[in-house]
């Protein structure tokens, strides 16, 4: 073969591979919507950084370490929903309202995603389950973990 034809051929080819679009534009723009009801965030229950965190803020629990378990906190932690209560006098609500061995015992669950947090119990994130008792909500903060509500449904 004649290297000249070769090399035109060759630099066609070339060419016209490269011109074409690998996908379809139409079809990477259409993703699906995500709803308030679905997690937004993968199950996050196995990952190291999640159960460390997990375990840390269990042992501070069940230890009454209120500068340990402050410290895991979001600023506007929520601890009631009515009246709304969030932020400083957590320690306080649970110390007068007996809370501590309900908080050991949701935290004692397992964590499913719901939203934005990775809540206990499961039967929380489950829509059909229609739950209102106690429950935890834990998220990422700026990277790290942060426990940012335990409240009663009722």
């Known amino acids: 073969m004649n290297p000249r034809l070769f090399c035109s ?3 066609l080819a070339c060419f016209a591979f490269t011109a074409c679009p690998t996908t379809n534009p139409k079809k990477d723009a259409k993703k699906p919507a995500t709803t308030a009801e679905g997690p ?4 996050q229950s196995g990952a ?3 159960q460390a965190f997990l375990g840390r803020l269990r042992l501070a629990v069940q230890a009454h370490d209120v500068n340990a378990v402050a410290a895991m906190m979001t600023v506007d932690f929520g601890y009631r929903l009515t009246p709304v209560g969030s932020g400083p006098g957590v320690f306080q609500y649970w110390d007068e309202n007996n809370i501590w061995p309900e908080l050991t015992a ?6 499913v995603p719901k939203g934005d947090y990775m809540v206990a119990p499961p039967q929380f994130a489950d829509p059909t389950a229609q739950y209102d008792g106690y429950r935890a909500g834990i998220r990422r903060v700026n990277g790290s973990w942060k426990f940012a509500y335990f409240v009663n449904g009722q």
């Open 48 to 50: 190291v950084d999640f």
């Open 106 to 111: 949701v935290l004692a669950e397992k964590f």
């Open 9 to 11: 051929l060759l630099l």
């Open 40 to 43: 937004t965030m993968p199950d």
